[in-house]
């Protein structure tokens, strides 16, 4: 069996009609979005960074973060979903009261 030396290409997007994206229309649509919604502009990839560490932020659950942004790989969400502090702040928030809980008192008092 002879192997090919072409690397598979991903799966292309696809327009409401089924045809493939152009790259460029979706560049302007991009940037019309960002324009009419009063936003900063920025490039499209670094909006998958943003929308993966809000979803962490919400404490979406990491399979449904991959079906939403289109992954297949749990990797995917290491690379994109970025830890910020506010993560960090209630993971310590968490293990202090785990850690560090005063025992109930029968009576219902600590």
């Known amino acids: 069996m002879r192997r090919s030396r072409c690397r598979p290409r991903p799966p292309r997007r696809r327009s409401r009609c089924g ?7 979706d560049w ?8 009419s919604a009063g936003v900063r ?15 962490l932020l919400l404490g ?9 942004l289109g ?8 690379r994109y979903a970025h830890v910020v502090a506010p993560i960090h702040g209630e ?15 029968p009576n219902g008092s600590r």
Do not use: C, F, Y
């Open 71 to 78: 992954w297949s790989s749990t990797a995917m969400a290491g």
């Open 91 to 105: 993971v310590a928030s968490r293990l202090d009261g785990l850690l560090w809980a005063q025992p109930e008192d």
């Open 28 to 35: 302007d649509n991009w940037k019309k979005l960002l324009v």
């Open 41 to 55: 502009d920025g490039r499209l990839h670094d909006a998958r960074h943003t929308a993966a560490t809000v979803l």
């Open 19 to 25: 045809g493939a994206i152009n790259p460029r229309t």
């Open 60 to 68: 979406v659950h990491e399979r449904a973060m991959m079906s939403l």
